[in-house]
């Protein structure tokens, strides 16, 4: 290729970026169907593109890269103050996040762009590619001759073609403006935009499509407006340039989601069943609670939410059970949308890596059997193994949680497809709430956020919670973990030994066990880290998170009940410490009695003698008991566990588990 003809491609591609084309790999819905006509003669452009200094739009871009997978990113566009083009002319600078900013000029009856300026510096085109033009006339083409700065020279085509509804994540926009604007390259590459501008907001959807005569292919991109700043106003939907997963993930016990579920098998036959998943039950996990989540099949997943995100540390099925460490991140609020974020874990034979990789997407609409569900959070996570290779693919609705899941399973000996299966919601009970549509899962969310806003909270109930809460021993921030060797007995069997990691995060790792045994272990462990995470008050019980009603004062102590708790708490509280604790799980609901407690130096207190009473939801009666005894010692400045025993009457569980602790010391 000549000098000329490179400078050429790549002015196309510069110009493309423009328009929203990314080159590699584009995706896009097509072309739409075109509006009844608006004489635009009759309109001034500046109120359908308005670019005073300061207005802001954030966009989302949808592209399918070569080997056929979706990507997403996010990107701002700023009207940044004119710039000067000649004596006589200047253009507004539309400067994107990564400091690249486009030319463009918006008058009463033009729209244009003049150039653009990477890392390479400006180019320009002359004359300047319009877009849009009053005079325009709907349905006919409009071609023009250019000269770039650099590269050979083009022809573009301009099309008007009338007004049209659009839907995308900052909301609906009527009356749209219509427009299609091509250019050709020396090479014969075509690319080409349809745009669509709202009233008072600007560009809201463009659709983009390069055409390549050596590949013979179209490749075709989106993008989205996710929210406007326009005058200071925000304008647009609930989408947000960062997401706050806990609106995406409800956990409430007792929940139930019900899917149908679509398998598609290797030879091409399906079958749909109808499948439940409910949340029954927690269990802990390093420095806080999992949420175990259970199918009408059996197979289940735990998962957890806390300031790491959601994650699911534990999955069973048929069977097997699978232990997560690290966990499998789905979201957290820090993720940068269309980034992935990768790790490690060994496979069961100890020999291989099995690599995870988690992308929050970003914004998608989607169709189940309960209707149309706007602005999901669409999650990848991709499970790249020595023998197969998994792709999930799940899409949360604020408020009501998973409504799609999409699943594929590739051997790679044949790199054939083994499994795939499709659940769409149906219908779900969220908070004792049934919801049979998409539109009452939205009015729940407004709901439930509105219930929490207007709640009234008792000063008295919080300062007294406050007191308990800021009263129970804690590591400080200055705590690095520790580790540890231990014995472990089961129902008075042969004591096994092994080594216990609590890293700074308050992670938990147990090495020299089986799978299960390891597990039990690493569930006590949590429970007693757990109790000695700091808490920032606010953090966990602020205004905005949760609202404290006063109930009975007695001999006993203060009653408190705890508004916006995923698990549904009250208290009692007497002399700064919790006495009594009742949650509700589902199908049962349990009491927390603490008999003993240790004072550190300092006044705080450790509950070291508690017991655990479980009861049926449905018929109160007691369905099992707990007892957990506790043994800690002082160790420099920090109370560290020396030992458990763990008495249950609940099935499935070891009647006795004894835990002594050898070897302490700090992590160096």
């Known amino acids: 290729m000549t000098r000329q003809g490179r400078m050429t491609l790549r002015k196309g591609f510069q110009i493309a970026m423009f328009l929203g084309v990314a080159w590699v790999g584009l995706a896009g819905t097509g072309v739409a169907q075109e509006g009844r006509g608006l004489p635009l003669g009759t309109i001034d452009l500046r109120e359908y593109y308005p670019l005073q200094d300061g207005n802001t739009w954030l966009y989302q871009y949808k592209t399918n890269r070569p080997d056929g997978q979706v990507q997403y990113k996010i990107k701002s566009q700023t009207a940044a103050g004119d710039f000067k083009l000649s004596d006589t002319l200047s253009a507004t600078k539309l400067v994107e996040d990564n400091g690249w900013f486009y030319l463009v000029s918006v008058n009463a009856s033009h729209y244009r762009m003049y150039g653009e300026s990477e890392t390479r510096g400006l180019e320009t085109v002359n004359p300047p590619f319009t877009f849009m033009d009053i005079a325009y006339i709907p349905g006919k083409v409009y071609r023009a001759p250019h000269s770039p700065s650099e590269g050979s020279d083009l022809t573009s085509e301009a099309t008007y073609y009338g007004i049209e509804s659009v839907n995308v994540p ?64 925000r304008l647009g939907g609930e989408a947000a340039r960062t997401v706050n997963v806990a609106e995406y993930f409800p956990f409430h016990q007792g929940d139930i989601w019900t899917y149908d579920w679509t398998y598609r098998m290797a030879d091409g036959t399906s079958k749909t069943e109808t499948r439940t998943r409910t949340f029954e039950g927690t269990k802990f996990v390093n420095a806080g609670a999992a949420f ?284 700064k410490q919790v006495k009594l604790l009742s949650r509700s799980m589902g199908k049962m609901h349990f009491t927390i009695n603490n008999k003993s407690i240790v004072p550190a130096e300092d006044g705080r207190y450790i509950a070291v003698d508690y017991e655990v009473t479980y009861y049926s939801s449905d018929t109160n009666q007691e369905i099992g008991k707990a007892q957990f005894r506790d043994e800690y010692f002082k160790m420099g400045n920090y109370w560290m566990p020396k030992s458990r025993t763990h008495l249950s009457t609940l099935k499935g569980e070891p009647g006795r588990l004894e835990i002594q602790m050898k070897n302490v010391a700090f992590l160096k």
């Open 170 to 233: 900052a909301g609906s926009f009527k009356n749209c403006l219509k427009t299609v604007f091509k250019f050709t390259t020396e090479s014969g590459q075509t690319f080409s935009t349809i745009s669509y501008l709202a009233k008072g907001v600007g560009v809201v959807k463009k659709e983009f499509s390069i055409f390549s005569p050596a590949a013979g292919q179209t490749i075709r991109s989106e993008q989205e407006l996710i929210h406007a700043t326009i005058g200071g106003t």
């Open 292 to 575: 175990k989540l259970i199918s009408n099949r059996g197979d289940y997943q735990y998962y957890s939410l806390d300031r790491y995100g959601v994650r699911i540390h534990e999955s069973g099925e048929r069977g097997m059970t699978f232990y997560f460490d690290p966990p499998i991140l789905m979201a957290r609020n820090d993720m940068v949308i269309g980034r992935p974020y990768s790790w490690s874990m060994r496979e069961e034979d100890g020999k291989h890596w099995r690599t995870f990789t988690s992308t929050l997407d970003g914004f998608e609409t989607v169709t189940t059997p309960m209707g149309t569900f706007d602005n999901c959070v669409r999650v990848t996570v991709v499970m790249d193994g020595s023998s197969s290779r998994t792709k999930n693919v799940y899409y949360y609705a604020r408020g009501v949680g998973i409504v799609s899941y999409l699943y594929e399973s590739m051997s790679k000996k044949d790199n054939r497809m083994t499994i795939a299966l499709d659940g769409r919601l149906k219908e779900a009970l969220i908070d004792r709430n049934k919801i049979a549509t998409a539109a009452e899962g939205k009015a729940l969310w407004d709901k439930l956020a509105a219930e929490l806003a207007a709640a009234v909270d008792n000063p008295e109930a919080r300062r007294v919670f406050r007191e308990a809460s800021e009263n129970r021993y804690v590591w400080d921030d200055q705590f690095k973990g520790f580790e540890s060797d231990f014995f472990m007995t089961k129902d008075g069997g042969t004591p096994l030994s092994g080594k216990i990691k609590c890293d700074p995060n308050l992670n938990i790792t147990v090495e020299g066990l089986d799978p299960a045994d390891a597990a039990l272990v690493h569930v006590e462990m949590s429970q007693f880290v757990t109790h000695r995470q700091r808490r920032p008050f606010n953090e966990f019980y602020g205004p905005d998170k949760a609202k404290f009603r006063l109930g009975q004062v007695s001999a006993k102590g203060t009653e408190v009940f705890v508004e916006g708790d995923a698990m549904g708490s009250n208290y009692v509280i007497a002399d």
